[in-house]
């Protein structure tokens, strides 16, 4: 893995196109810029950069981890500007990689012996690098107390693109042998409620079985959850339920197919072989979803149509994704979203109990930034498969 010191040499290199002036930006010497450069090509086991006239130009192969290391710092540049402080600027040059891994993990747990723990160093080193980045940037990052440390706003801000850059650089050596014209770099999609999930999965193989050096990733999380990840950048869509007149105006939210919500239970309840009402299952015990979400609103909605209060036996709330397993389990009632494709998929230990409603269906998004900072060829490949699929 490359420290984010070399990284900022490639990419004042890069970006200059001329050690001497690279060296100037960096306020080093150009035989330091040039032994750092002959050390990142050596661990690389690629050469970055080629002559052209006086120019230091990328080669084909190198096109990648240059583009990639630019990228990153432009990052740090944001961020700094973001974060302001009184040194702020001094984060382009001092920031390492050990200073984002602790930050993460003390804003996780707000505890430096957690931290620590979690990490796997002393809670005194932990300690003296949060005061060692409070120091670069200028400013207090963390309120000290005795429960531990409550991490600032301005924490959550350099949180968050810390994890964007330690998975930006974690992917820096698989694009060392990206094939000509493929795809390459991060992508991460966010994950609600709906039953095709497993179309996400199933896009991701596509895009690597054909593109390789994209590295795809999956964060599962309610919609609240999901829309600040989306917001700074931890991910680059998310699907699930649409939300009917709550998009929010700096994100664009494409329909991808309707499903139907339905309710299940195992196959032991003894109203199975029935056709029940709202009224009959009013009493039996119910797993429901959590307040606010789609399903939650629906039953609601239909408990409300019929006149009657929502079941009072219920059992704690559950992830959607887990409901199947709880309902089988337990023998009380859920709530999920079904397509044509799941709904003959189900568990054998389940059945869909046929009750009658007044509306059950629920549109699936895909939700993006309107306008994103930079272009993301895996994001539009991913979006474009997704759509093809659920079609």
Sequence with gaps: MLSLQQIRMVSALGLNGSAGVAADALAVSTATLLRHMKAVEARLGLKLFGRSGSLAVPTFSGRPIVESCIAISQEIADVQKQIGGQRAASLGNHLSLKHLNVLLAVVETQNATAAGVALGISQPAISKTILQLETIAGLSLFLRNQSGLTPSSKAFILARTARRILADVDALPRLVSADPGSLSGRLIVGVSSFSQQVLVAECFQEITRHHRMVDCQSWSGNYRLLC??????????????????????????????????????????????????????????????????????????????????????????????????????????????????TATTLSSELHILNVEFESVQCDVAVTLVRDPVRANPALDLFVQLLAQTVQ
Excluded: Y
């Design 228 to 341: 600040m990840a989306l917001r700074g950048g931890e991910i680059d869509c998310f699907v699930g339920m649409m939300r009917p007149n709550s998009t929010p105006d700096d994100f664009l939210e494409t329909k991808l197919c309707t499903e139907e919500f339905k309710l299940i239970t195992s196959k032991e309840h003894p109203l199975v072989h029935d056709k029940p009402t709202l009224s009959d299952l009013v009493h039996s015990r119910w797993i429901l979803p959590p307040k606010g979400t789609p399903p939650r609103r629906f039953i609601e909605r239909e408990f409300n149509a019929k006149g009657l209060s929502l079941p009072q036996n219920i059992l704690r709330a559950v992830p959607f994704g887990a409901v199947n397993s709880t309902v089988a389990r337990s023998g009380a009632i859920g709530i999920i979203s079904a397509s044509a494709n």
